[in-house]
């Protein structure tokens, strides 16, 4: 079946540093990719999506690429803010499912 | 526009006693989700309803755990009895028709069941 496996955190970087968590996924066809991010206390909130191979989704000054070649949606951001802090949940779906990784929990100090 | 709203937020109760969460989606929206999330995990689907039809429900157990969602909005979870596993945040979702329109949450409801 479908899975996402996301680079294992938690992640703690300082003000300003340069991001990258990974993600990688299996599935049948060609399913969309999402970045969810959940802040302390809140629901989980769509970052940015992807829907085609080659496709860059970006918001917030976060990145990423959908990679079908490498299977891959790498998030990524060149310079990372207090208020970034949060759980990022990389994911796939189409047709209506939709499959979550594990979630990775960035701190960033100042 | 009013988001997923869920309801209660947190709830504590004890094992072997029912429970019941309550999601309103975003208006319009025909496909609502249950997920459960567990401490340090990703969301997990439960079941998945397209207008009043659920047609996703493989991951339900359903020897305790029901949900419906009779006119095609609201829709209702229920586990009774509940077991101590049960703890875990529940999480209501909904989204337009469409292949790749994503998600909108709620901000779930806390169950601990002691």
């Known amino acids: 079946g479908d899975s996402v496996t996301q680079m294992e955190g938690p992640v703690t970087l300082s003000e300003e540093a340069c991001l990258t968590i990974n993600c990688t996924y299996t599935a049948t066809g060609y399913p969309s990719l999402f970045w969810y991010v959940q802040y302390p206390g809140e629901g989980l909130q769509l970052l940015l999506k992807?829907?085609?191979?080659?496709d860059k989704g970006s918001n917030k000054g976060f990145e990423a690429t959908y990679r079908k070649e490498t299977t891959s949606f790498h998030l990524e951001k060149g310079s990372v803010q207090v208020s970034d802090s949060a759980v990022y949940f990389c994911a796939l779906g189409g047709a209506g499912k939709s499959t979550f990784g594990d979630g990775t929990t960035l701190t960033v100090k100042p | 526009e009013a988001g997923v709203v869920q309801s209660p937020r947190y709830k504590i109760i004890e094992k072997k006693q029912p429970v019941a969460f309550w999601c309103n989606p975003i208006s319009g929206h025909n496909t609502l989700y249950w997920y459960r999330q567990n401490l340090g995990q990703g969301p997990e689907l439960l079941i998945r309803?397209?207008?009043?039809?659920?047609?996703?429900d493989s991951q339900l157990p359903k020897d305790r755990f029901s949900a419906e969602r009779l006119k095609g909005v609201d829709s209702t979870l229920k586990i009774q009895p509940a077991e101590l596993g049960d703890s875990a945040v529940y999480l209501c979702?909904?989204?337009?028709?469409?292949?790749?329109?994503?998600?909108?949450f709620g901000q779930g409801t806390r169950l601990t069941v002691v």
């Open positions: 992807a829907t085609k191979a080659d």
């Open positions: 309803y397209e207008n009043e039809e659920a047609v996703d």
């Open positions: 979702a909904s989204r337009t028709t469409g292949m790749n329109t994503e998600a909108f």
